[in-house]
């Protein structure tokens, strides 16, 4: 489902979604196809978000595109 679909039948709250299909660019994802899981209470959109997953996320729906900060893996110091 386009994201701009999910705007329709959920305005103005967060929902809770699969990321289907993304493109990266320049360390950001941009999510253009998702799989609503179902809308999220303002209340409880922090709490799912630290819970979420692999491709699950949290978004609110008055942002026109769900893009998303990459952050590379920062290696680990270990002493031998």
């Given at each position: 489902?386009?994201?701009?679909?999910?705007?329709?039948?959920?305005?103005?709250?967060?929902?809770?979604?699969?990321?289907l299909h993304s493109e990266e660019k320049d360390n950001q994802e941009f999510i253009d196809d998702v799989?609503?899981?179902?809308?999220?209470s303002d209340e409880e959109a922090t709490?799912?978000?630290?819970?979420?997953?692999?491709k699950t996320l949290?978004?609110?729906?008055?942002?026109d595109r769900?893009?998303?900060k990459v952050r590379k893996n920062v290696?680990?110091?270990r002493y031998l």
């Open positions: 489902m386009k994201w701009q679909e999910v705007q329709q039948i959920f305005p103005n709250q967060f929902v809770k979604f699969e990321i799989a609503v899981i179902g809308p999220v709490k799912e978000l630290l819970n979420s997953k692999d949290i978004y609110h729906t008055s942002k769900v893009i998303v290696g680990l110091r």
